[in-house]
């Protein structure tokens, strides 16, 4: 556990904090809500979107606690009138800045600012001012659309970009209201450094990162899809990952639309995808799809059959080998791409049916 | 891996992934991490961002090498004279550490008069990196006691693979950076679950959990457990597999693998295939062995289907059925059940948590794992994990190397099996590129990740391209001794002159019509890494018209 | 990880890269190793490195549009000249001022700009041509060393006469001279001047800088633009007496891009000082601002030093702990650092007992409807009434003022007889800042003067946080649609609005451009409020 380095008071409950934890941090553990909205516990704190500001006695500004380290002797407000009111203001300012309507914001991720300004019951009725942030509609990249309306410039995104995928595509750029999210010389992102990881769109609180494919296929808005926990399909890192499937696609059968990551860390991936694992799932619903088992017939053609036909004459085909030639003429070549239970199936197939050693998955090293 | 269970007793990377941001030095060798294993590249970033040494061992230039203190840019295959001369190093510096020798390894005195000849000069001139460099990395490595090895199928995949994997274990075991976190010797898997197939038994000398098939005490557990007499005779590996094909063996039954794309010397295998007399296929999508089979199962995909994938750091983790499968394809594990039960066999489970569950409980690595538990602790469970009072293991070989003593396996250079010659004077290596994966079966299949990179090409040197009037873009015919090959060609100073490299994933311009099919002796792992080749330039009229001609986009994010 | 070293390349390489050539970002960043969007960022930040193709540019700051500024820009479209409207230049005392490409043209009039006949190459200012290293109109004209710290009229003296004495002072026996002085920063936070050079000189680590903050931009303000030109050695002396006292021997001055005279004199003189034998232990860089306001602020400032974009650096640790480059650092500014060697020589007392309210004598700087427009150097404290006496009375009916740039508001008439200096102008809710005067007469409409400085506020917000980048650009347009709203309950709901976004602008923004920001509004509306009705 943390080495303690000291305690602070945080709404008079007196706490423990290690080295290097901020008052974020502290308020976190002690189940004391403290908003962020450009906060991530992957990225070096950058204190820009205000809405975590705290008071410490003695000092006369409120300080933002995601990045002001707790030390000792410390006393910490997390809530009172002065918070509050910052809250709901700055929230109401965010708003006139922002698509208005909840639901329009949240066509495709869920929208966090709206959510806490909600909470927080900021005004929603102030004048709205003009939009100035420049976007990139030219950008024809498949994957990622960055929507400027709904950007409220936390650069999140490009600080992710950085430090985490470290291959600096994105950046804030311009100045004042006009600040935005952009590219160098906002080239399309497939001229750029960007490898398509899709971490802008993850770390985005407010979908103006957005994946474009469910977007495209008008997809559902998050809300209304099912999460699937599961383990990535691709490398052998083994991301965790959450299938986004609508339900009443496909008849019923249901449709991965989008993949999600989950929290920053969770193991092993810490939250990260690759282009691969969180883009690359359409080929669930290709076409090309084997969709019916088939057979050789006698006309040297593939025709389809039922199960109960495929079946009984694979393992006829199999045997008949096994008789002619021994066990040891069968070859059972396994698969890396199929889960553990599959593996040991087919080796215990092998084995116990066929009376062979000879299995092997594809992939031996 | 089976270099790995020789000298450590146990085939996986020794260290969680979580653990490599934390590493004070990194020497990644054989392994484009960031294409290969992206979210491992991430953790590297992360370490080298935290001020940790980076030493990246490979023949070409790669987004790693940008921001390593020292890139070894040795020649293809010479990897064990690069690795026995830091060794050389690090033992005539009198930095090995003798206490760890003692207490845990056995066959030490062995290696001293094998490294003799392996000198940094002499190192030099075989592999091409300067003797200076071999020395301070090597010194490097040995000082820094959070030192981890990273390593990928620039290792493995070369006719003495096994070899590398040996020379690698030296180096760990001489230092003794084992049985800590961020210390050890990682090899990082290509796919979401050879871990766990090598883990279930899906291979010709083990049953699950790495139970030798020719141990009489194993043989009789599981044939008790089975009801069945068991063969105590290793079988084939695949690499013998595939070249017995049409030979000895006569029918075949492939899950989940394109072997025709996958496989080296992919025109020999086609003869093979055209002679076999029966072959069962379980799979996706269509694929180029589709037109041999006479059975094609249609089969569930990861999305479609329970189970479990286990994943490079030993991760027994879940995946989670969140789709009906099209049609009437159904998952691998219902279709195996039925064609073992149609086939004679009586297997009783009713669905993956029990066949889970019979694997773990003859396996006594796993013997504390199950989908329960999986469960209750929450983000999977790391091997070993012998019973339920154990959360896994997070780094392995704490307290005490697994095989008991750790092996030193003293290995001695032995060159590739085909070097450049006048016929074929390149040096062609093959392998991943970020945006595809393996045969491209799903990744081509994907809308967005074709228009980034929608072909297959060739990297070459300015000055081999030069030679041959060759441009970027152009049209060229890579030969080897085995076949002929199609592509555009990319000019780059990110390969070494001499050298060439092509991305494996492209059904047309097939990678492994061109590779050797000489295996690793131990795994039977084929060479892709490093075969003789050439290429020319092809004539405008011969050169492939319509889509993306004008096009020609790699798609390669790091081109010097 | 990045390979950082030629990030402060940056400002410089995109400067020097002309148009047409392709992409600059791409090009700079192959030349410094940073990666091309975060080159891409920079350019945009700044305004004399985004808006490179664009060569006119027509100060808008108060005193300017008071001159005819607006006139110059609508003269500008007849004539087909390319110009945008830009942030106050610091020639408010010879408006109207125009930027053509780096060089600042003033008192251009119209006639000027018709005989370009669109072309910027051939813009002049007939009254002083760009032939002349010009500069403004100071006060006392003669040379007043008693009662003058600074006394722009004087002689320079490049013998090194204070920064002798500094030696056989010794580091303590200045710091104690320093804060015998009572000197305070004079760019406009009036922050104790010898606790900075303590704190600095108290840091472990042993690695520090002295930077220069002559980044003038507040507008109204010009007097760091005078002692530059004037006074050339006061600077130079000031900044090697700190230097040394911090033990310092890098000394980084950043100067806004437009001060292209006052950079060429400040070289020549780092030149002739050290040719002269002067502080040859030290190393003088020069550096030149790209176009933006808030790199004033010291923090912005060290990151516009480093080659980022201008964001201010929440605050603490403050520079004086973690400062350039991470290491302690001594900011100050023009103004304070030339008051130093005067100190030395005279003494603490002397220059405390110089000032009336608060210590020393101060450079006022003087504009908008006045007869005298310049830098006048009076006794802190001194009023207006004081200031415009001196500079010849005012140009109509005196309505109002604003006392120390953008940041200070509006005060009315009625404060006339009201001391200048940092602590009464807090009593009443303004500020001293910058001591940037700007005169207004009765022909001036408040509203229309709020507008100026709500729009410069809002051009100039660096974005980093979202008071300020929001507000800024909600409070002129709730301005404006205040003016345009006939209904009076939306007009008082506008109101309302306005109140809550600048209590919000002023407790949630890093720095103080977004905490002062709404000033000017506030400010006239509580002295003119039947001009907002």
């Given at each position: 556990?943390?080495?303690?380095?000291?305690?602070v008071?945080?709404?008079?409950?007196?706490?423990?904090?290690?080295q290097?934890?901020?008052?974020?941090?502290?308020?976190?553990?002690?189940?004391?809500?403290?908003?962020?909205?450009?906060?991530d516990?992957?990225?070096a704190?950058?204190?820009?979107c205000?809405?975590?500001?705290?008071e410490?006695?003695?000092?006369?500004?409120?300080?933002?606690?995601?990045?002001?380290?707790?030390?000792?002797?410390?006393?910490?407000?997390?809530?009172?009138?002065?918070?509050?009111?910052h809250?709901?203001?700055?929230?109401?300012?965010?708003?006139?800045?922002?698509?208005?309507?909840?639901?329009?914001?949240?066509?495709?991720?869920?929208?966090?600012?709206?959510?806490?300004?909600?909470?927080y019951?900021?005004?929603?009725?102030?004048?709205?001012i003009?939009?100035?942030?420049?976007?990139?509609s030219?950008?024809?990249?498949?994957?990622?659309?960055?929507?400027?309306d709904?950007?409220?410039?936390?650069?999140?995104?490009?600080r992710?970009?950085?430090?985490?995928?470290?291959?600096?595509?994105?950046?804030?750029?311009?100045?004042?209201?006009?600040?935005?999210?952009?590219?160098?010389?906002?080239?399309?992102?497939?001229?750029?450094?960007c490898?398509?990881?899709?971490?802008?769109?993850?770390?985005?609180?407010?979908?103006?990162?957005?994946?474009?494919?469910?977007?495209t296929?008008?997809?559902?808005?998050?809300?209304?899809?099912?999460?699937?926990?599961?383990?990535?399909?691709?490398?052998?890192v083994?991301c965790?990952?959450?299938?986004?499937?609508?339900?009443?696609?496909?008849?019923?059968?249901?449709?991965?639309?989008?993949?999600?990551?989950?929290?920053?860390?969770?193991p092993?991936?810490?939250?990260?995808?690759?282009?691969?694992?969180?883009?690359?799932?359409?080929f669930v619903?290709?076409?090309?799809?084997?969709?019916?088992?088939?057979?050789?017939?006698?006309?040297?053609e593939?025709?389809?059959?039922?199960w109960?036909?495929?079946?009984?004459?694979?393992?006829?085909?199999?045997?008949?080998?096994?008789?002619?030639?021994?066990?040891?003429?069968l070859?059972?070549?396994?698969?890396?791409?199929?889960?553990?239970e599959?593996?040991?199936?087919?080796?215990?197939?092998?084995?116990v049916?066929?009376g062979?050693?000879?299995?092997?998955?594809?992939?031996?090293? | 891996?089976?270099?790995?269970?020789?000298?450590?007793?146990?085939?996986?990377?020794?260290?969680?992934i979580?653990?490599?941001?934390?590493?004070?030095?990194?020497?990644?060798?054989g392994?484009?991490?960031?294409?290969a294993?992206p979210?491992?590249?991430?953790?590297?970033?992360?370490?080298?961002?935290?001020?940790?040494?980076?030493?990246?061992?490979?023949?070409r230039?790669?987004?790693?090498?940008?921001?390593?203190n020292?890139h070894?840019?040795?020649?293809?295959?010479?990897?064990?004279?690069l690795?026995?001369?830091?060794?050389?190093?690090?033992?005539?510096?009198?930095?090995?550490d003798?206490?760890?020798?003692?207490?845990?390894?056995?066959?030490?005195?062995?290696?001293?008069?094998v490294?003799a000849?392996?000198?940094?000069?002499?190192?030099?001139?075989?592999?091409?990196?300067?003797?200076?460099?071999?020395?301070?990395?090597?010194?490097e490595?040995?000082?820094?006691?959070?030192?981890?090895?990273?390593?990928?199928?620039?290792i493995?995949?070369?006719s003495?693979?096994?070899?590398?994997?040996?020379?690698?274990?030296?180096l760990?075991l001489?230092?003794?950076?084992?049985?800590?976190?961020?210390?050890?010797?990682?090899?990082?898997r290509g796919?979401?679950?050879?871990?766990?197939?090598?883990?279930?038994?899906?291979?010709?000398?083990?049953?699950?959990?790495?139970?030798r098939?020719?141990?009489?005490?194993v043989?009789?557990?599981?044939?008790d457990?089975?009801?069945?007499?068991?063969?105590?005779?290793?079988?084939?590996?695949?690499?013998?597999?595939?070249?017995?094909?049409?030979?000895?063996?006569?029918?075949?039954?492939?899950?989940?693998?394109?072997i025709?794309?996958?496989?080296?010397?992919?025109?020999?295998?086609e003869?093979?295939?055209?002679?076999v007399d029966?072959?069962?296929l379980?799979?996706?999508?269509?694929?180029?062995?589709?037109?041999?089979?006479?059975v094609?199962?249609?089969?569930?995909?990861?999305?479609?289907?329970?189970?479990?994938?286990?994943?490079s750091?030993?991760?027994m983790?879940?995946?989670?059925?969140?789709?009906?499968?099209?049609?009437?394809?159904?998952?691998?594990?219902?279709?195996?059940?039925?064609?073992?039960?149609?086939?004679?066999?009586?297997?009783?489970?009713?669905?993956?948590?029990?066949?889970f569950?019979?694997?773990?409980?003859?396996?006594?690595?796993?013997?504390?794992?199950?989908?329960?538990r999986?469960?209750?602790?929450?983000?999977?469970?790391?091997?070993?994990?012998?019973?339920?009072?154990?959360?896994?293991t997070?780094?392995?070989?704490e307290?005490g190397?697994?095989?008991g003593?750790?092996?030193f396996?003293?290995?001695?250079?032995?060159p590739?099996k085909?070097?450049?010659?006048?016929?074929?004077?390149?040096?062609?290596?093959?392998?991943?590129?970020?945006?595809?994966?393996?045969?491209?079966?799903?990744?081509?299949?994907?809308?967005?990740?074709?228009?980034?990179?929608?072909?297959?090409?060739?990297?070459?040197?300015?000055?081999?391209?030069?030679?041959?009037?060759i441009e970027d873009g152009?049209?060229?015919?890579v030969?080897?001794?085995?076949?002929?090959?199609?592509?555009?060609?990319?000019?780059?100073?990110?390969?070494?002159?001499?050298?060439?490299?092509?991305?494996?994933?492209?059904?047309?311009a097939?990678?492994?019509?061109?590779?050797?099919?000489?295996?690793?002796?131990?795994?039977?792992?084929?060479?892709?890494?490093v075969?003789?080749?050439?290429v020319?330039?092809v004539?405008?009229?011969?050169?492939?018209?319509?889509?993306?001609q004008?096009?020609?986009?790699?798609?390669?994010?790091y081109?010097? | 990880?990045?390979?950082?070293?030629?990030?402060e390349?940056?400002?410089d390489?995109?400067?020097?890269f002309?148009?047409g050539?392709?992409?600059?970002?791409?090009?700079?960043?192959?030349?410094?190793?940073?990666?091309?969007?975060?080159?891409?960022?920079?350019?945009?930040?700044?305004?004399?490195?985004?808006?490179r193709?664009?060569?006119?540019?027509?100060?808008?700051?108060?005193?300017?549009?008071?001159?005819?500024?607006d006139?110059l820009l609508?003269?500008?479209?007849?004539?087909?000249?390319?110009?945008?409207?830009?942030?106050?230049?610091?020639?408010?005392?010879?408006?109207?001022?125009?930027?053509?490409?780096?060089r600042?043209?003033?008192?251009?009039?119209?006639?000027?700009?018709?005989?370009t006949?669109?072309?910027?190459?051939?813009?002049?200012?007939?009254?002083?041509p760009s032939?002349?290293?010009?500069?403004?109109?100071?006060?006392?004209?003669?040379?007043?060393?008693?009662?003058?710290?600074?006394?722009?009229?004087g002689?320079?003296?490049?013998?090194?006469?204070?920064?002798?004495?500094?030696?056989?002072?010794?580091?303590?026996?200045?710091?104690?001279?320093i804060?015998?002085?009572?000197?305070?920063?004079?760019?406009?936070?009036?922050?104790?001047?010898?606790?900075?050079?303590?704190?600095?000189?108290?840091?472990?680590?042993?690695?520090?800088?002295?930077?220069?903050?002559?980044?003038?931009?507040?507008?109204?303000?010009?007097?760091?633009?005078?002692?530059?030109?004037?006074?050339?050695?006061?600077?130079?002396e000031?900044?090697?007496i700190?230097?040394?006292?911090?033990?310092?021997?890098?000394?980084?001055m950043?100067?806004?891009?437009?001060?292209e005279?006052p950079?060429?004199v400040?070289?020549?003189?780092?030149?002739?000082?050290?040719?002269?034998g002067?502080?040859?232990?030290?190393?003088?860089?020069?550096h030149?601002?790209?176009?933006?306001?808030?790199?004033?602020?010291?923090?912005?400032?060290?990151?516009?030093?480093?080659?980022?974009?201008?964001?201010?650096r929440?605050?603490?640790?403050?520079?004086?702990?973690?400062?350039?480059?991470?290491?302690?650092?001594l900011?100050?500014?023009?103004?304070?650092?030339?008051?130093?060697?005067?100190i030395?020589?005279?003494?603490?007392?002397?220059?405390?007992?110089?000032?009336?309210?608060?210590?020393?004598?101060?450079?006022?700087?003087?504009?908008?409807?006045?007869?005298?427009?310049?830098?006048?150097e009076?006794?802190?404290?001194?009023?207006?009434?004081?200031?415009?006496?001196?500079?010849?009375?005012?140009?109509?009916?005196?309505?109002?003022?604003?006392?120390?740039?953008a940041?200070?508001?509006?005060?009315?008439?009625?404060?006339?007889?009201?001391?200048?200096?940092?602590?009464?102008?807090?009593?009443?809710?303004?500020?001293?800042?910058?001591?940037g005067?700007?005169?207004?007469?009765?022909s001036?409409?408040?509203?229309?003067?709020?507008?100026?400085?709500?729009?410069f506020?809002?051009r100039?917000?660096?974005?980093?946080?979202?008071?300020?980048?929001?507000?800024?650009?909600?409070?002129?347009?709730?301005l404006?649609s205040?003016?345009?709203?006939?209904?009076?309950a939306?007009?008082?709901?506008?109101?309302?609005?306005v109140?809550?976004?600048?209590?919000?602008?002023?407790?949630g923004?890093?720095?103080?451009l977004?905490?002062?920001?709404?000033?000017?509004?506030e400010?006239?509306?509580?002295?003119?409020?039947?001009?907002?009705?």
């Open positions: 556990m943390i080495a303690k380095t000291g305690e008071t945080v709404d008079g409950v007196k706490v423990e904090f290690g290097g934890e901020t008052l974020l941090d502290v308020s976190n553990r002690l189940g004391r809500h403290v908003p962020t909205l450009c906060h516990e992957r990225l704190p950058a204190g820009a205000r809405t975590c500001l705290v410490v006695e003695g000092v006369r500004r409120m300080v933002p606690a995601c990045r002001t380290p707790a030390s000792d002797g410390q006393k910490v407000t997390t809530a009172n009138e002065r918070i509050d009111k809250r709901r203001l700055l929230l109401g300012l965010y708003l006139t800045d922002h698509p208005a309507g909840r639901s329009d914001c949240e066509d495709g991720a869920p929208c966090e600012l709206h959510a806490m300004a909600a909470n019951e900021a005004p929603t009725d102030w004048t709205p003009p939009l100035t942030r420049a976007g990139r030219e950008d024809v990249n498949p994957y990622i659309q960055f929507r400027e709904r950007c409220i410039a936390c650069a999140r995104c490009t992710y970009c950085d430090e985490v995928e470290g291959v600096n595509a994105i950046t804030l750029a311009g100045r004042g209201a006009a600040t935005t999210i952009s590219t160098v010389d906002s080239e399309g992102l497939f001229d750029t450094t490898e398509l990881c899709g971490g802008c769109v993850a770390v985005c609180p407010t979908g103006a990162m957005a994946e474009k494919m469910p977007l296929a008008g997809a559902p808005p998050e809300r209304e899809l099912q999460k699937v926990r599961t383990t990535c399909n691709y490398c052998g083994g965790q990952m959450d299938l986004n499937v609508d339900t009443q696609a496909s008849d019923g059968k249901g449709q991965v639309v989008k993949i999600t990551s989950p929290p920053p860390g969770t092993p991936s810490d939250g990260n995808l690759c282009v691969k694992g969180r883009f690359a799932y359409d619903d290709h076409p090309d799809r084997l969709k019916v088992p088939l057979i050789r017939r006698e006309d040297g593939l025709h389809e059959a039922s109960e036909e495929a079946l009984e004459f694979a393992a006829k085909g199999l045997l008949r080998v096994q008789q002619d030639h021994g066990k040891d003429a070859a059972f070549v396994s698969s890396s791409r199929c889960t553990a599959e593996n040991y199936l087919v080796q215990k197939m092998a084995r049916a066929f062979t050693n000879n299995v092997h998955q594809c992939a031996a090293t | 891996m089976a270099g790995l269970v020789a000298t450590f007793g146990a085939g996986a990377m020794t260290n969680s979580g653990e490599i941001r934390d590493a004070d030095l990194l020497f990644v060798i392994s484009n991490t960031t294409e294993h979210i491992i590249g991430m953790e590297m970033k992360q370490a080298v961002k935290r001020g940790a040494k980076l030493i990246v061992a490979d023949p230039s790669i987004w790693l090498s940008t921001i390593a020292w070894l840019k040795l020649k293809p295959g010479t990897d064990v004279w690795l026995n001369a830091m060794a050389n190093v690090i033992l005539t510096e009198g930095l090995v003798e206490e760890f020798i003692a207490q845990n390894t056995e066959g030490f005195e062995a290696l001293p008069e490294l000849k392996y000198t940094p000069e002499e190192a030099e001139r075989v592999t091409g990196v300067p003797a200076a460099e071999i020395r301070e990395t090597a010194l490595y040995a000082k820094t006691r959070k030192a981890a090895i990273c390593y990928t199928l620039g493995t995949e070369h003495h693979g096994t070899d590398n994997v040996y020379a690698l274990s030296n760990v001489m230092t003794g950076h084992l049985g800590d976190a961020s210390m050890g010797l990682n090899p990082l796919q979401n679950n050879v871990q766990g197939a090598n883990d279930t038994g899906a291979t010709p000398i083990f049953y699950p959990g790495y139970q098939v020719d141990d009489p005490e043989q009789a557990k599981y044939e457990a089975w009801g069945v007499p068991l063969s105590p005779e290793p079988g084939l590996n695949l690499n013998e597999m595939m070249k017995e094909t049409g030979k000895s063996i006569r029918g075949l039954f492939v899950m989940g693998e394109d025709v794309i996958s496989e080296p010397n992919v025109s020999r295998l003869e093979g295939l055209n002679k029966f072959l069962v379980q799979d996706i999508f269509p694929n180029e062995t589709t037109r041999f089979a006479d094609i199962f249609p089969a569930a995909c990861f999305a479609e289907k329970d189970g479990v994938f286990v994943n750091e030993r991760r983790q879940r995946v989670r059925k969140a789709v009906e499968p099209p049609g009437q394809a159904r998952a691998d594990w219902e279709i195996l059940l039925d064609l073992a039960r149609a086939a004679g066999a009586s297997f009783k489970h009713e669905g993956p948590r029990d066949i569950a019979e694997m773990a409980r003859h396996a006594p690595k796993f013997a504390g794992i199950s989908y329960e999986i469960e209750e602790l929450g983000h999977g469970i790391q091997w070993p994990c012998s019973d339920d009072d154990s959360a896994g997070t780094y392995l070989h307290g190397i697994l095989r003593k750790g092996l396996e003293p290995v001695e250079y032995r590739s085909e070097l450049a010659d006048d016929e074929y004077p390149l040096v062609l290596s093959t392998g991943r590129t970020l945006y595809h994966y393996n045969a491209a079966t799903q990744t081509r299949r994907a809308a967005g990740l074709p228009v980034k990179q929608p072909e297959a090409y060739i990297e070459l040197h300015p000055r081999d391209a030069g030679r041959r009037s152009d049209w060229v015919d030969l080897t001794r085995r076949g002929k090959i199609r592509c555009r060609a990319l000019i780059s100073k990110q390969v070494q002159r001499g050298c060439i490299w092509m991305p494996f994933h492209f059904g047309e097939r990678a492994n019509l061109l590779t050797v099919d000489e295996g690793d002796e131990v795994t039977g792992t084929a060479e892709y890494k075969c003789a080749a050439e020319r330039r004539t405008s009229e011969l050169a492939p018209k319509g889509e993306g004008e096009a020609f986009y790699p798609g390669s994010y081109r010097e | 990880m990045k390979k950082e070293e030629h990030r390349r940056i400002p390489e995109l400067q020097k002309a148009e050539d392709g992409s600059a970002s791409v090009a700079v960043s192959k030349l410094t190793g940073i990666p091309a969007a975060d080159v891409f960022g920079v350019e945009t930040f700044y305004d004399l490195l985004g808006k193709d664009t060569k006119v540019h027509v100060c808008t700051g108060l005193s300017c549009q008071l001159q005819g500024a006139e609508e003269k500008c479209r007849q004539v087909g000249l390319d110009a945008t409207p830009y942030s106050c230049l610091a020639a408010c005392d010879c408006a109207p001022a125009i930027l053509k490409d780096r600042t043209l003033v008192e251009v009039s119209e006639k000027d700009i018709e005989r006949k669109g072309d910027w190459q051939a813009l002049d200012s007939k009254e002083v032939s002349q290293l010009w500069s403004g109109q100071i006060y006392p004209t003669t040379s007043s060393p008693e009662t003058c710290a600074i006394d722009l009229a002689a320079p003296d490049w013998m090194g006469t204070s920064s002798n004495l500094a030696l056989e002072l010794g580091p303590e026996g200045v710091i104690a001279a804060d015998e002085s009572g000197l305070q920063g004079r760019g406009g936070a009036g922050f104790p001047a010898g606790f900075k050079w303590k704190s600095v000189r108290g840091q472990a680590e042993t690695k520090r800088y002295v930077v220069l903050n002559a980044d003038e931009a507040e507008p109204g303000t010009f007097k760091d633009r005078e002692v530059m030109m004037k006074r050339p050695d006061l600077v130079l000031g900044l090697a700190a230097a040394r006292v911090v033990e310092a021997t890098e000394i980084y950043y100067l806004r891009g437009e001060f005279i950079q060429q400040m070289t020549e003189a780092i030149e002739l000082a050290h040719s002269n002067l502080y040859s232990d030290l190393h003088f860089h020069v030149s601002g790209q176009g933006a306001y808030i790199c004033g602020e010291e923090t912005a400032l060290l990151e516009s030093l480093e080659g980022r974009r201008g964001m201010p929440e605050k603490p640790p403050f520079p004086t702990e973690v400062g350039l480059w991470g290491k302690p650092t900011i100050q500014n023009v103004e304070t650092i030339a008051c130093v060697p005067a030395l020589q005279r003494g603490g007392e002397w220059f405390r007992a110089l000032g009336r309210t608060e210590a020393g004598s101060k450079l006022y700087c003087l504009s908008g409807h006045v007869a005298r427009p310049g830098v006048y009076l006794p802190l404290g001194a009023t207006l009434e004081e200031l415009v006496e001196a500079a010849g009375g005012y140009i109509g009916k005196l309505k109002a003022f604003s006392p120390g740039g940041s200070s508001g509006f005060l009315p008439a009625s404060e006339r007889n009201r001391p200048l200096d940092f602590k009464s102008l807090a009593e009443i809710g303004s500020m001293l800042g910058s001591a005067v700007v005169v207004m007469n009765e001036v409409d408040m509203a229309k003067a709020v507008q100026s400085q709500l729009l506020f809002e100039e917000s660096c974005g980093q946080c979202a008071p300020c980048r929001i507000g800024t650009a909600h409070q002129r347009h709730s404006d205040f003016m345009d709203e006939r209904d009076e939306a007009k008082s709901r506008c109101l309302k609005q109140d809550d976004v600048a209590w919000e602008m002023r407790e923004s890093i720095c103080g977004g905490q002062t920001a709404s000033l000017p509004l400010s006239a509306r509580k002295y003119f409020p039947k001009e907002f009705q």
